[in-house]
């Protein structure tokens, strides 16, 4: 990755307006007449951009099945089969995009222009096949971009040998002077005199899709060019997070768990606009090779809506035939997607990822082996949704509130009232008996946050910050600032609240520019340790340890209830890489709604663990995850629980064992072993759990409940605990 982001300062900015109020546009200025351009991380220009879903990105060209070697031949029947631009435009809008990105400029399509040129050098069309997309985008309130490519190693690819895509004679004869098109200089050259011909023709575009970058038009000031022609036209970069672009593109990857969730391997953070590109087709070329493949609807429906839960922009590839038709497997999903799409339309158009810098509910990984992600309206901070893109095992789903007081919920396809409770800090949704096999869509109507905190009312300190990245950007209501801890570790945040105040949790957003998968590229806090104090000095022993899952979006430590001015978070360890940035962390005083946990129960990934780890590799598990500790003796995780009177009560430990072999624990209720090496047994694989049930005794008010192995294979994964 290059040089992080810098806006421009409201000087520079003056400057290059008043410059572009006094100099024409116009073809022949020259490249120095131009500031140089610098990142521009929010700017007008891409207001289509960020009110986009995503788009449809279109691979046709002279390679297209069956392959032309002649411009003339491939343009004639693309004419001949009926190619039409308004077909595009209409399916772009079945998948509810919002713009398309043309690759007929692709090295491995034959280097086609499908626009009348005055450059030699390449396949080049009498008819205006994109003048006419434009137009037609245009009629229907879309926008069409244009890819184009920095790499001629494909020059001769599907051809006999000796011949080649690229006329480097021809060219030569127009410049006057020798290039050679097959090396990179030359074909930096050619391409950047197309890249003038395209902006003083195309006025409409609404940008350039780059593939990487060419060295050639970085020495001579190529994006500062389009930046002094056309200020309106975005740019995006195809693997290169290069500064002065709109909109960083990677490649939708595999290897996710589950396997549409493309953000996990984002490394950029929003405002930054990120675009994930991946194919419909499940299997074939990014073009049109002659076979009808088919499209996995689960799978291209889980990306495109995780996408818009992380604020994402989807590039959906299709794979056009020559005359311009989709196959009809693609075709067919579009049909389909169009009226899918539809009955959800207000939870992915006008919204952003819910759970990261714009607020929202929780996203990723929710109870019983449920997963997916929330959005919330962009004019409206109080309407979110929910997407149950992977249902839970039961009828009930849990969601952390981030605060937010619940007031209504229905499903948002049916309009149904949807039963739900509120309470210890997590919305939860019950009696639903059918889920949607793609996505279910739950409205969630808010009254506001509660129980937390103002930023204003405490201040910010930190044991090591980044120059220019002070602790006070982590609490500043500002999502743009943040604090950067730099490497250190350990490291901490600590809150002076000014005065002595009830503290029930901490929240905390991390800054979503490392990767969840793989886990080396995660900065994301690991283990944790959290002190009070009433003087900012002595500290004594942390009030709650723990590990936060490697996950994206909001993380909630949930701590036992107590009372004090000062607040220490400590990073013990990062998933991966040890640098740490904080947008916003936050404390809170009460859960919405208020109440303890709902039904008495306590998730072990928010109880103090000794000697494990939280993790979610095994589905079935309620809440976040599940803790897996050491394989050895004494390991534990311990929870406070409040209760309302002094009696027994029921205690249930949900586990998974998959070996055979017993895991037997001692059960501890404050400070008492109330059973010794109780038996733990296999419950037959690791995502089969069960409920170990014993009564215990308990104290009015707070009571201290651990489990602790006692045999060399550790203890069992602990879900959770139940206090009937």
């Known amino acids: 990755m290059r040089s992080p982001l810098r806006a421009l300062s409201s000087r520079v900015l003056a400057t290059l307006a008043s410059a572009l109020v006094v100099l024409a546009v116009t073809a022949v200025c020259a490249v120095t007449a131009a500031p140089p351009a610098k990142a521009e991380l929010q700017h007008p220009r891409q207001a289509f951009l960020r009110a986009s879903l995503g788009e449809l990105f279109l691979h046709w060209g002279m390679r297209t099945s069956p392959a032309h070697t002649s411009c003339g031949a491939w343009e004639s029947a693309v004419t001949g089969g009926g190619w039409k631009p308004e077909y595009w435009v209409n399916e772009a809008k079945k998948l509810h995009t919002q713009y398309l990105v043309l690759a007929t400029f692709h090295s491995r399509l034959g280097y086609a222009r499908p626009w009348p040129s005055a450059i030699p050098g390449s396949c080049s069309t009498k008819r205006d096949f994109l003048g006419e997309l434009i137009t037609a985008a245009e009629a229907q309130g879309m926008r069409v971009v244009l890819y184009m490519t920095d790499d001629p190693q494909w020059w001769n690819e599907g051809l006999p040998s000796g011949q080649s895509w690229l006329n480097s004679s021809a060219y030569s004869s127009y410049k006057g002077h020798t290039v050679d098109l097959k090396t990179r200089d030359g074909f930096g050259e050619f391409s950047y005199d197309n890249f003038v011909e395209i902006m003083q023709r195309y006025p409409k575009l609404g940008g350039f899709w780059i593939d990487n970058d060419n060295a050639y038009w970085e020495r001579n000031g190529l994006y500062e060019r389009i930046r002094h022609d056309r200020p309106d036209f975005t740019l995006s970069n195809n693997n290169e997070d290069t500064p002065i672009m709109d909109m960083i593109s990677n490649e939708q990857k595999t290897g996710m768990s589950p396997s549409y969730d493309y953000p996990q391997a984002v490394y950029t953070a929003a405002p930054r606009l990120t675009e994930a590109d991946f194919k419909l087709p499940t299997n074939g070329s990014w073009w049109y090779t002659g076979t009808d493949n088919a499209v996995d609807y689960k799978l291209t429906l889980g990306r495109l809506i995780t996408n818009a839960g992380s604020s994402i922009k989807a590039l959906m590839a299709e794979t056009p035939m020559k005359n311009g038709r989709m196959p009809p497997a693609q075709e067919a999903f579009n049909n389909f997607a169009d009226t899918y799409l539809e009955a959800i339309k207000p939870s992915l158009i006008g919204t952003e990822g819910g759970g990261y810098m714009y607020g929202g509910l929780q996203p990723g990984f929710w109870n019983?082996?449920?997963?997916?992600?929330?959005?919330?309206?962009?004019?409206?901070?109080?309407?979110?949704?929910?997407?149950?893109?992977?249902?839970?095992?039961?009828?009930?789903?849990?969601?952390?509130?981030?605060?937010?007081?619940?007031?209504?919920?229905?499903?948002?396809?049916?309009?149904?009232?949807?039963?739900?409770?509120?309470?210890?800090?997590?919305?939860?949704?019950?009696?639903?008996?059918?889920?949607?096999?793609?996505?279910?869509?739950?409205?969630?109507?808010?009254?506001?946050?509660?129980?937390?905190?103002?930023?204003?009312?405490?201040?910010m300190s930190a044991s090591a910050s980044a120059s220019g990245h002070p602790a006070s950007a982590a609490a500043d209501g500002d999502y743009l600032t943040y604090w950067d801890a730099g490497s250190a570790q350990p490291v901490s945040l600590r809150f002076d609240l000014g005065s002595a105040k009830r503290i029930q949790y901490i929240g905390i957003n991390q800054r979503e520019d490392s990767t969840t998968y793989?886990?080396?590229?995660?900065?994301?806090?690991?283990?944790?340790?959290?002190?009070?104090?009433?003087?900012?000095?002595?500290?004594?022993?942390?009030?709650?340890?723990?590990?936060?899952?490697?996950?994206?979006?909001?993380?909630?430590?949930?701590?036992?209830?107590?009372?004090?001015?000062?607040?220490?978070?400590?990073?013990?360890?990062?998933?991966?890489?040890?640098?740490?940035?904080?947008?916003?962390?936050?404390?809170?005083?009460?859960?919405?709604?208020?109440?303890?946990?709902?039904?008495?129960?306590?998730?072990?990934?928010?109880?103090?663990?000794?000697?494990?780890?939280?993790?979610?590799?095994?589905?079935?598990?309620?809440?976040?995850?599940?803790?897996?500790t050491d394989n050895a003796a004494g390991p534990y995780v311990e929870w406070k629980v409040d209760a309302a009177q002094a009696r027994s009560h029921t205690l249930g430990v949900r586990y998974a064992n998959g070996p055979a072999a017993d895991r037997p624990m001692d059960v501890t209720v404050n400070g008492t072993v109330v059973a010794a090496a109780r038996s733990f047994p296999s419950t037959g694989s690791w995502t089969d759990w069960a409920t170990s049930t014993l009564t215990v005794p308990l104290n009015a008010g707070a009571n201290t409940i651990r489990v602790t192995a006692t045999s060399a294979e550790g203890a069992p994964n602990l879900d959770m605990i139940t206090i009937g």
């Open 368 to 459: 019983d082996g449920a997963h997916g992600v929330t959005t919330v309206s962009k004019t409206d901070p109080n309407l979110h949704f929910v997407h149950v893109v992977t249902k839970p095992s039961g009828g009930t789903l849990k969601v952390r509130d981030n605060g937010y007081k619940v007031s209504a919920v229905t499903n948002l396809r049916t309009g149904a009232a949807v039963s739900f409770s509120q309470s210890g800090g997590t919305l939860t949704l019950s009696g639903i008996s059918s889920w949607d096999q793609y996505d279910t869509v739950f409205k969630v109507v808010t009254s506001g946050r509660e129980g937390i905190l103002p930023p204003s009312s405490y201040t």
């Open 518 to 628: 793989p886990a080396s590229g995660s900065a994301r806090i690991r283990d944790y340790r959290v002190y009070v104090s009433d003087d900012g000095t002595n500290w004594g022993s942390p009030i709650k340890t723990g590990t936060l899952p490697n996950h994206r979006g909001v993380q909630i430590i949930d701590l036992p209830v107590t009372t004090a001015r000062h607040v220490r978070l400590e990073k013990v360890n990062s998933q991966g890489t040890a640098r740490l940035r904080v947008d916003e962390a936050w404390i809170g005083t009460s859960y919405a709604g208020g109440g303890t946990a709902p039904g008495g129960q306590y998730e072990a990934e928010n109880a103090t663990i000794s000697r494990g780890v939280v993790e979610s590799d095994h589905a079935g598990y309620s809440g976040t995850g599940y803790v897996n």
